[in-house]
């Protein structure tokens, strides 16, 4: 089930240094086979995304672009629906994520958001 128009303007971009580094030292964290994700409440109530990948994974910047094009594709299509509102949600990209099936990077971050308990019942 693809979202919704009015489902992906539910989400709102992670774009200051100071949110990705408090998600990094207060958050709850999942590590799956092609993506991380890092998940904490914000007093916003909405659902917002952010997208990271280290030079570690590749040191050319095409690559790691392309990861984030990937992860952005994924969390557009999840995030919407299975997401818990009030909730920022930093993806972070592995060297896995390049080569990976979109499908599964789909069920990897339903996997994270289950384990980590912010998978929302009915898809709100």
């Known amino acids: ?3 919704s128009k009015a489902d992906l303007q539910s989400l709102t971009m992670i774009r200051k240094r100071d949110d990705f580094v ?3 030292t207060s958050a709850a964290k999942w590590v799956s086979q092609g993506l991380v994700m890092q998940a904490m409440p914000n007093d916003l109530g909405l659902k917002r995304t952010g997208f990271t990948v280290t030079k570690k994974v ?3 910047a095409v690559v790691r672009n ?3 094009r990937r992860l952005r594709a994924a969390a557009a299509e999840v995030l919407p629906i299975h997401a818990k509102d009030g909730m920022d949600y930093i993806i972070i990209g592995r060297a ?3 080569t990976r099936e979109y499908a ?3 069920r990897d971050l339903k996997w994270c958001l289950a384990k980590m308990g912010f998978l929302a ?3 709100s």
Request: aromatic letters at 0%.
């Open 121 to 123: 019942e009915q898809g």
């Open 58 to 60: 590749d040191k050319r």
């Open 104 to 106: 599964q990077l789909c």
């Open 22 to 24: 408090a998600a990094n």
């Open 1 to 3: 089930m693809h979202a």
């Open 96 to 98: 896995e994520t390049e």
């Open 66 to 68: 392309r990861i984030k």
